[in-house]
């Protein structure tokens, strides 16, 4: 398993901005395939962002038009840019890699998981 480890969470006021990363702490390679999650309190990780080795990037419908999701040239650094934030989007947030198929947004496809990073935004 890749450790991946974020960085960036916070606390913003609603309409304010923030970009997380991800990066691999024991892979020398870049990780082609990976994507972001959330999760809310008492609820279920749901996909956020995925981005395929070929750079195409699928979204959940809450954060289509807000929510950015890059690499790096050499794919070992992953970006969420999150624009807008609302109440609604505060959870914890998690990078994740390696997935059965890439591009992917079904969280029980992905092998490595970081340890999160909070997302708190207020009204």
């Known amino acids: 398993q890749v450790q991946l480890k974020e960085s960036g969470g916070g606390s913003v006021q609603s309409g304010g901005s923030l970009t997380l990363s991800c990066t691999a702490s024991n892979y020398r390679y870049g990780l082609p395939c990976v994507a972001w999650f959330r999760q809310f309190q008492d609820k279920e990780r749901e996909g956020v962002a995925a981005?395929?080795?070929?750079?195409?990037?699928q979204y959940t419908v809450s954060v289509k038009g807000r929510f950015t999701i890059s690499q790096s040239s050499d794919k070992k650094t992953q970006f969420l840019q999150m624009n807008n934030l609302v109440p609604d989007d505060t959870a914890m947030y998690y990078c994740?890699?390696?997935?059965?198929?890439?591009?992917?947004?079904?969280?029980?496809?992905?092998?490595?998981w970081g340890q999160g990073t909070q997302v708190s935004v207020s009204s």
């Open positions: 994740a890699a390696q997935p059965l198929f890439c591009g992917t947004l079904d969280r029980t496809d992905y092998r490595s």
């Open positions: 981005i395929g080795s070929d750079g195409r990037t």
